[in-house]
């Protein structure tokens, strides 16, 4: 496609119940990241794909979350047991090589997630 | 640990006025910097980027930053902010061979009229 595509682009979720979050890549882009943006918090690296392929999975809160790609290109987010404090607006990037070297990361319009 | 730091958060400019958002990092080694920007609404969109060679880096819409390697600095600025410049500015960190980015907290700018 044109740009990264996240979906949904907002899901409320009651706490305890397991999402799941989508990023579409832009095509032929082999590095993907998912990042999570708190109010007053920044973008939180959480992890990093090469291909199928996670190298970086340090940023990852806890053994709730977990992501998977498949095919080098539709990637997963899944968090588990919701908690209040998942509440966040994650972010979907690509970028056409090898970790970011001279090359700019694409985002998406990113996933807004409300845990009642 | 590697760090970014943002230390405006909210800025608030009349159109016209130059701008000046400081942004700092604590690693000794090779980086490459970036500032990117949210609009409201938007998705986050890369300004300008340092990877090596002058630095004094141009950007899109008239912004530029300067990558200061003994402060540690990589300073955003524009000469006269427009209306059009209110959003969300972060700066970010590639760090040594590290695959990742690391953001700074960000900088709200609001410019008015």
């Known amino acids: 496609g044109a740009g990264v595509s996240q979906s949904p682009s907002n899901k409320v979720t009651e706490k305890g119940k397991d999402v799941e979050l989508r990023c579409d890549p832009i095509s032929g882009h082999t590095a993907l990241y998912w990042y999570r943006q708190s109010l007053g918090q920044g973008l939180e690296f959480l992890i990093y794909?090469?291909?199928?392929?996670?190298?970086?999975k340090s940023g990852l809160p806890s053994d709730r979350f977990s992501a998977e790609r498949t095919g080098g290109s539709v990637s997963t987010l899944t968090i588990q047991r919701t908690q209040q404090e998942d509440s966040a607006v994650y972010l979907c990037?690509?970028?056409?090589?090898?970790?970011?070297?001279?090359?700019?990361?694409?985002f998406g319009q990113g996933t807004r997630l409300t845990v009642v | 640990a590697q760090s970014v730091s943002q230390h405006n958060h909210h800025v608030i400019l009349s159109e016209a006025a130059s701008l000046e958002l400081g942004c700092n990092y604590s690693?000794?080694?090779?980086?490459?910097l970036f500032w990117y920007v949210q609009y409201p609404g938007q998705h986050l969109q890369l300004l300008l980027k340092y990877f090596s060679g002058d630095p004094l880096v141009k950007g899109i819409k008239g912004f530029e930053a300067e990558f200061i390697k003994s402060k540690f600095s990589f300073n955003l600025r524009k000469p006269s902010v427009q209306w059009s410049d209110t959003a969300e500015y972060f700066c970010?960190?590639?760090?040594?061979?590290?695959?990742?980015?690391?953001f700074g907290t960000g900088t709200r700018l609001q410019v008015t009229l």
């Open positions: 970010a960190v590639k760090i040594g061979t590290a695959s990742k980015l690391t």
């Open positions: 990037a690509s970028s056409p090589y090898r970790g970011w070297a001279n090359t700019e990361a694409f």
């Open positions: 690693y000794g080694g090779t980086v490459n």
């Open positions: 794909f090469q291909g199928n392929s996670a190298p970086d």
